[in-house]
């Protein structure tokens, strides 16, 4: 008996202390945070939107309450950040870092979307999404793939909500990769000009813009153009994408649409980008950035 | 045999005791035994391919029985310069969620291979992990090391797991994932570390997993561990330098044996400025492994998590309770279960999990 005793004692020491820390730490009552556990807008319900084939509702019922839990903010895994703010942005038309043959999200081909293929559990590389199902969490069901399957063969359409806000605005730069933030320590293959808008592939080709590289200490300003091949990114009509002919060398750099284009640079409805930084021939600078090559 | 084996334990024990901390399969089993990763593990900060003292602590000390004719010569060695080992997890289990049907499967976890070629002994050496199975292969670790990872400085460079806290068998645990850091996230660029008796060091520089796609910024990761038979406490941070905004990640953690329990404490904090406004998190864990028999581990485990400390009402916990048996060498049985509580309007935030793991190793 004494043996059973001295045998069961650590034990009840452990859950003693388990048992405080439960007391301690309780989950929270969720007052004033709608599903996902944000604090309610004023009249928001808080309720989750039924869950059909519309990015709105697959970005609250799937990407911000299950993948954003390790998708999000500066520790994303392969920088996929699927929180409201970035996903559309960082899924569609962009390439998978893991196989960069094929698109995260491929509009109209939900088989060669990696998407899919990560959440279906046949991915040429790594684990089935949402990381440890069905071990640790549940695998998605098939009929709520079903839904962005369906949202991918509708073309991938973007947020309802956000299309009717900015319905109005003018056309205008959201985002660039590379920008001006931290030197790149690689050449970038390409560069990425994300717009708020679809953009209209007749009026674009690669006289829109072009890169320049800068004689840094010059006095005026004096760069070089750089040959690059700019084109409308197929699968994201709002991502434009500028190709490098060669490696970019060390150097500054910055992304200039030519003078006179602004006019011709269009979305479909036919608004005009907004006019960034002039430069000292007037032409419109819309980002810089810097490449540091590592000896 | 029996003899043999009797002999192995004894000059484990011996080695043991001469080392000023010795090994690890899982956390747990270091601080049980007073161990530093490095004393089981080719890796010095722990995780995959066990060196031959960790092999033989495996099949020696780790299950209820030992059998005279199994593994008895192997050492995962194949040459004196070759190493190789694995681990095959496979699973059955049961997820609960709130208004939702449960679901349940088996599955292939993972099945990993690992290798470690050394070209200069004791100086310089190549290792690979390689998952085969789910999927398709991927890589996880493959780098070249410089320098003893014994006792001294080392250097190695290629693509590793960093070092952060507990290096957890379960990679959903709230502190690795709110972290970041675990051993689904392995990074490229160089180390450099420290070892010498109870302390243990390392200083990294990777690209960091936010600038994946931008090819810009990078990440700076350190850890110091200090250890001692009974006890031990490690600080470790992170900072990534990134376009979409910075990321700070601190973490405290800590191990105590008290007679036949092992303890194990983390608490981290995360600042992370590439979330709208800049949002602070936090998570905890506190873990005790009970071994009742020789072969035979209770693990509870109770878990903390606020997703964003400046928000009210939104923390999340999480228990478990997992008993694990490792009957022969080279094969563990494990039976769980485990509870999430969140907020009440979030379902996965409350599921309830069932688990059965069958573990083969070598």
Partial sequence: MDSITSLMRPAARACLVLASLVIAACAGNGEGLDANGRPLVPGGTGSLPPLSADFDSIQANIFTPICSVCHMGGGAPEGLRLDAGDSFNLLVGVPSTEVPSLMRVKPGDPDNSYIIQKLEGHAAVGSQMPFGCPTTQPCLTTSTIAFIRQWITDGAQPSAAAATVHAAAPLAVTSVVPDGGEPVSAPPPQIMIAFNHDLDVTQIDSRSMHIEKLSPGASPVASEIVPARVTVSSANPRALMVWPSLPLPSGHYRLVIDAGSPSRFSDVAGRSVAVGVPNELGQSVISTFVVEVLP | ?362
Avoid at chain 2, 305 to 315: E, G, I, K, L, W
């Fill in chain 2, 1 to 362: 045999m029996i003899q043999r084996l009797t002999i192995a334990a004894l000059m484990l024990a011996i080695v043991g005791l001469l080392r000023t901390a010795p090994a690890e399969a899982e956390p747990y089993l270091a601080v049980m035994t007073g161990y530093k990763c490095n004393v089981c593990h080719v890796n010095p900060t722990g995780g995959g391919l066990r060196n031959e003292f960790g092999v033989t602590y495996a099949k020696v000390l780790l299950p209820a029985e030992t059998i005279d004719n199994a593994l008895d010569s192997w050492t995962g060695k194949i040459t004196d310069r070759l190493q190789v080992g694995g681990d095959l997890r496979t699973d059955w289990s049961r997820d609960t969620a709130p208004n939702s049907p449960s679901q349940q499967a088996f599955a292939l976890e993972q099945f990993r291979v690992y290798a470690n070629l050394t070209l200069i002994p004791d100086r310089l050496g190549i290792y690979v992990d390689e998952q085969i199975a789910p999927n398709g292969t991927q890589n996880e670790e493959a780098y070249v090391r410089y320098g003893s990872t014994t006792d001294g400085f080392y250097a190695k460079g290629g693509q590793f797991y960093l070092p952060f806290g507990w290096r957890l068998q379960d990679q959903t645990a709230f502190v690795r994932e709110v972290t970041g850091i675990s051993m689904t996230t392995p990074d490229k660029g160089i180390e450099l570390g420290y070892e010498h008796a109870a302390w243990s060091a390392q200083f990294d520089v990777t690209n960091g997993a936010a600038n994946a796609t931008t090819g810009s910024g990078y990440e700076v990761t350190t850890q110091v561990v200090y250890t001692k038979p009974i006890w031990r406490v490690g600080i470790a941070g992170s900072s990534t330098q990134s376009n979409i905004g910075d990321r700070h990640v601190g973490g405290l953690f800590a191990g105590l044996r008290t007679g036949p329990i092992a303890w194990l404490a983390e608490g981290d904090l995360v600042h992370d400025q590439s979330l709208p406004g800049g949002r602070s998190l936090a998570a905890g864990l506190l873990e005790a492994d009970w071994r009742v028999l020789k072969g035979h581990n209770l693990k509870l485990t109770a878990e903390y998590q606020d997703p964003d400390r400046h928000v009210s009402n939104d923390q999340q916990t999480r228990y478990s309770f997992v008993y694990e048996y490792t009957p022969l060498p080279g094969l563990q049985l494990r039976a769980g279960y485990r509870h999430y509580f969140g907020i009440p309007q979030n379902n996965t935030q409350n599921q309830q999990l069932i688990l059965m793991e069958l573990h083969g190793y070598f």
